[in-house]
Nanobody
């Protein structure tokens, strides 16, 4: 069964940066179309960015110009989310998952941006 593990979250001041890492295991395919999602307290989970198997990317409006999703060219099962110019409203738990096929969610990684 495919599993996703997220890491790299933490506490950062407004304007700071973080790089999140997503590793998936259990897939016979080295590359999976992967999305980064986030869930703020009291809100629904939302898509932040996604990257297709070909490398094409899509971003939510709030992420454009600040966040970059990328795939590790060597480790095909690893996807990153570089987040710059973080704002307090970016606070939440960040998850990654296959954006084409429903798969179990991982534990996520907490991102807290202080003002």
């Amino acid at each position: 069964q495919v599993q996703f593990v997220e890491s790299g979250g933490g506490l950062v001041q407004s304007g700071g940066s973080l790089r999140l890492t997503c590793v998936h295991t259990g897939s016979k395919f080295g590359i999976l179309p992967t999305g980064w999602y986030r869930q703020a307290p009291g809100k629904q989970r939302e898509l932040v960015a996604r990257i297709g198997s070909s490398g094409s990317t899509t971003y939510a409006d709030f992420a454009k110009g600040r966040f970059t999703i990328s795939m590790d060219n060597a480790a095909k099962n690893t996807v990153y989310l570089q987040m710059n110019t973080l704002k307090p409203e970016d606070t939440g738990v960040y998850y990654c998952n296959d954006f084409v096929v429903n798969r179990p969610w991982g534990q996520g990684t907490q991102v807290t941006v202080s003002s």
